[in-house]
Nanobody, 121 residues
Framework: QVQLVESGGGLVQAGGSLRLSCAAS????????MGWFRQAPGKEREFVAV????????FYANSVKGRFILSRDNAKNTAYLQMNSLKPEDTAVYYC??????????????WGQGTQVTVSS
């Protein structure tokens, strides 16, 4: 069992940065891939990024590639999503998830409650 809690969301101007954290409890964190998804009002949940259990491999959606950086610290049971050069279209509720990995949300067993990110123009 893994419980996930996101933090770090907020309001930022376009071009700014935010760092989201995902703190996990449970013994399976270090063996799980960690993914981030987001959902804007009226839109479907969208894949953002994923990192392997070791942190040695990452994969990003084209929409965030080059701007977002995903990392993890297994000693702290925490994953981080550094978001730079934010755009208004990045506005959404961001969710972290633990599971097998990949870009399909069905591959993740555990989800956080989400944190709101709002980017003003």
């Amino acid at each position: 069992q893994v419980q996930l809690v996101e933090s770090g969301g907020g309001l930022v101007q376009a071009g700014g940065s935010l760092r989201l954290s995902c703190a996990a409890s449970g013994r399976t964190f270090s063996s799980s891939a960690m993914g981030w998804f987001r959902q804007a009002p009226g839109k479907e949940r969208e894949f953002v990024a994923v990192i392997s259990w070791s942190g040695g491999s990452t994969f990003y959606a084209n929409s965030v590639k080059g701007r977002f950086i995903l990392s993890r610290d297994n000693a702290k049971n925490t994953a981080y999503l550094q978001m730079n050069s934010l755009k208004p279209e990045d506005t959404a509720v961001y969710y972290c998830a633990a599971g097998r990995g990949g870009s399909n949300y069905s591959l993740y067993n555990y989800w956080g409650q989400g944190t709101q990110v709002t980017v003003s123009s």
